[in-house]
């Protein structure tokens, strides 16, 4: 059943987005001018992702030896199927977003219907998020098959932790798939940090030159830099957006499994081998079942007409993949665990029956519709928060950034709240294992979530290229409605990943508590004692990580988006005719300033994320990495939520000014130049620091867990304590 599940969703699936591919690809590009923008944003982007694809793998290269030494073998395979999964999904996204973004604007540009644009735009950001839940099960599925599916390879016989078929049991098991799950969150991290470099710097440039100095409308061909921003789109918030959502839903499936292979060796008398192995395969199936759910959800806004209301119809493609797979997961839920009775459940940790685990997953639905609604409340211009900063922008710069600072802050609060109440509520429903299934449960339906933030970019893209291509005003009016309602639905998904991760680092948390026990360590009595020193000290330095982190993105984009800047005021210097529209800007030179900006500075966040917990774990010890993801974790969901919220409230609020509701303050008054800098201010916020955010604790939680079973025994504080 579970292979017959698993690789039945991965099919219709991918088939279902190779069905909207080839769909997307027949639709007319339109005019010539048109085909040769988006012919330039493609060869941008194609080239930034097969540099940054060249210095991954040689990373992941590396990686997977160390692994395959150091830990073992199988860990470093099931790391590079990850990886390929990941980096897959990525460029697939990448490369239908550039294809759909020209016929967006022409379907705009031809039919002057919102709701048809809406339509094409959507069923491009469809084939990304069916690539990110499609590859995701595919390769955990494959590391199920190839590295021994507990369900078929173990018997009661030959649960011992020596060695078995391929040598896999439980524990190095939990270490497999934990390796897979790091393969997905470096190629994350990678693209995430290295496009979000990519697209703020170029985007910063174009802002603060030709909004602020030249005083030219946004995408203007005129402005050198406008190319490199549309390409960032693409790098940035698809491929990276891609990978990172697909990262945090192997993340949250990955969290499950390796807390129910700890807690069998643990607890093995509580533990049955036919309740363990069925808890391991049910959040694979459950997901498998809203891979399902979210293909008939994305295929009823494609097939049936729609209204020129693109909020309320990206919301009802969401709630049928959501309520589909809310209904088919419980009639699954009932049936699988069915033929348990009631002590074995009890002693699982299933307190109220054998749906205990469903309702778990629920709450996390419910949490994540929840605190996207709030981000949604703190970062759209239809709410209050927005309209006062860009009301505020009327006395100032200055103003506009102090009032989006408060925005954001107050923001994190009840999104904090919610993820408290769902801890503490699916723990009492079905211990730990309710965390991590309220964390599956939350990216259950991702392909659906993934579809509709796609949709943004692929919009704001077409936009520029109706721009680009002197388009009459009422095709950028479309695709700006389309755009402003992508920015609040990215709002939306971010708060998703940012609120799964937090559940899933605590899952981790408590498989790394669970996995010092199963491998002997003699400081897991450390882990018990929160007043330890050790614990303390590196609780305080988890807590600065982010913020280190967060300044190192922040500088590396400042520094891009400086040489961009220079370089777009250079070409309106000495190439007289540019502003005239007499003669044609260098794209090539802005496009190569922020590929090598974002190549160059990529680096060192990556490494920060896996070196940190490695060389803390060798010198001081499980105890101290056990703090280090306490402190991490908890300031970094902070900061995540803040950098995200704050960042999207100064889009809007620019936007919110763009369109006219400030009577006496439209575009090109003071007070669009200020919420233009701020604006500018919260780029690097919302699109490089809060995204990473929530990658980087998913990291130092997994290669924490890997490389427990090396440090756990052999430190220097247990070798001189």
């Known amino acids: 059943m579970f292979t017959f599940a698993v690789f039945a969703a991965v099919s219709i699936a991918l088939l279902t987005a190779v069905y909207n591919y080839i769909k997307v690809k027949r639709r007319d590009p339109g005019t010539e001018e048109m085909k040769e923008i988006a012919a330039a944003i493609q060869e941008g982007a194609n080239a930034f992702i097969s540099h940054e694809y060249k210095i991954i793998s040689w990373v992941a290269l590396a990686v997977f030896i160390v692994l395959s030494v150091v830990v073992q073998w199988y860990v470093g395979v099931a790391f590079l199927i990850g990886a390929v999964m990941s980096a897959t999904a990525g460029y697939v996204g990448m490369k239908i977003a550039t294809i759909a973004n020209v016929r967006v604007s022409n379907e705009a540009r031809t039919t002057k219907s919102l709701g048809k644009t809406l339509k094409v735009a959507f069923q491009g950001g469809s084939v990304m998020g069916l690539c990110v839940g499609g590859f995701a099960l595919l390769g955990l599925g494959l590391v199920f098959v190839i590295f021994g599916n507990v369900l078929g390879q173990f018997s009661e016989a030959n649960l011992s932790l020596q060695s078995n078929w391929l040598g896999i049991t439980f524990v190095p098991f939990a270490m497999t798939v934990s390796g897979y799950a790091l393969g997905c969150s470096l190629i994350a991290m990678f693209n995430r940090v290295g496009g979000g470099i990519y697209t703020k710097a170029a985007d910063m440039g174009a802002d603060l030159v030709g909004k602020t100095e030249a005083h030219i409308p946004e995408d203007d061909p005129r402005n050198p830099a406008t190319i490199a921003d549309n390409v960032g789109d693409n790098v940035g918030d698809v491929a990276g957006l891609g990978s990172d959502l697909l990262e945090s839903f192997v993340g949250a499936i990955v969290a499950c499994i390796a807390l129910t292979c700890y807690n069998f060796v643990i607890e093995s008398e509580a533990f049955s081998f036919a309740m363990t192995s069925k808890m391991i395969s049910y959040p694979v199936i459950f997901t498998a079942i809203g891979l399902v759910a979210c293909v008939v959800g994305i295929l009823s806004l494609i097939w049936r007409k729609v209204s020129n209301k693109p909020h309320r119809e990206l919301n009802t493609a969401t709630w049928v993949s959501a309520i589909l797979t809310i209904a088919g997961t419980g009639v699954f839920t009932y049936f699988y665990f069915n033929n348990f009775d009631k002590e074995a459940l009890k002693l699982a940790g299933f307190s109220v029956g054998v749906l205990s685990p469903w309702i778990s997953a629920i709450l996390g639905i419910v949490s994540g519709i929840a605190i996207g609604a709030i981000a949604e409340y703190y970062t759209s211009y239809d709410f209050q928060p927005t309209k006062n900063i860009a009301r505020t922008s009327i006395e100032g710069a200055a103003l506009t950034i102090t009032e989006g600072l408060g925005v954001g802050m107050k923001s994190t609060l009840y999104p904090v709240a919610i993820l408290a109440v769902t801890i503490i509520s699916s723990?009492?429903?079905?211990?730990?294992?309710?965390?991590?299934?309220?964390?599956?449960?939350?990216?259950?339906?991702?392909?659906?979530?993934?579809a509709v933030d796609t949709y943004g970019p692929i919009a704001d893209n077409a936009g520029g290229i109706s721009e680009m291509s002197h388009l009459e005003p009422e095709v950028r009016g479309i695709t700006d409605k389309l755009d402003s309602v992508g920015n609040t639905t990215a709002a939306v998904g971010k708060g998703f990943a940012i609120g799964s991760a937090a559940l899933a680092a605590?899952?981790?948390?408590?498989?790394?508590?669970?996995?010092?026990?199963?491998?002997?360590?003699?400081?897991?009595?450390?882990?018990?004692?929160?007043?330890?020193?050790?614990?303390?000290?590196?609780?305080?330095?988890?807590?600065a990580l982010p913020f280190l982190f967060s300044g190192i993105l922040i500088d590396a984009v400042s520094k891009a988006a400086r040489n961009m800047v220079k370089e777009v005021r250079r070409q309106f210097a000495e190439i007289k005719g540019i502003l005239t529209g007499e003669e044609k800007p260098d794209y090539k030179t802005c496009i190569e300033i922020s590929s090598s900006g974002a190549l160059k500075e990529m680096k060192v966040p990556a490494m920060i994320a896996i070196l940190t917990p490695l060389v803390s774990g060798f010198i001081f010890g499980p105890g101290f990495?056990?703090?280090?993801?306490?402190?991490?974790?908890?300031?970094?969901?902070?900061?995540?939520?803040?950098?995200?919220?704050?960042?999207?409230?100064?889009?809007?609020?620019?936007?919110?000014?763009?369109?006219?509701?400030?009577?006496?303050?439209?575009?090109?008054?003071?007070?669009?130049?200020?919420?233009?800098?701020?604006?500018?201010?919260?780029?690097?916020?919302?699109?490089?620091?809060?995204?990473?955010?929530?990658?980087?604790?998913?990291?130092?939680?997994?290669?924490?867990?890997?490389?427990?079973?090396?440090?756990?025994?052999?430190?220097?504080?247990?070798?001189?304590?």
């Open 427 to 450: 723990y009492y429903l079905a211990d730990i294992y309710g965390v991590t299934m309220a964390a599956v449960g939350m990216l259950s339906f991702v392909a659906a979530t993934v």
């Open 506 to 543: 605590l899952s981790l948390l408590a498989s790394f508590l669970h996995s010092q026990v199963s491998i002997g360590s003699t400081h897991v009595d450390l882990m018990l004692n929160v007043m330890n020193p050790i614990i303390l000290a590196g609780t305080i330095v988890g807590g």
């Open 625 to 721: 990495v056990g703090g280090l993801l306490i402190g991490t974790t908890i300031s970094g969901i902070m900061l995540a939520l803040f950098t995200a919220n704050a960042g999207g409230a100064w889009d809007n609020a620019k936007k919110y000014v763009e369109s006219g509701e400030i009577e006496g303050h439209e575009k090109g008054s003071a007070t669009h130049a200020a919420t233009v800098i701020g604006d500018t201010v919260g780029d690097p916020l919302k699109d490089t620091v809060g995204p990473s955010l929530d990658i980087l604790i998913k990291i130092m939680a997994t290669v924490s867990l890997i490389g427990v079973s090396i440090f756990g025994q052999y430190n220097l504080f247990n070798l001189f304590f």
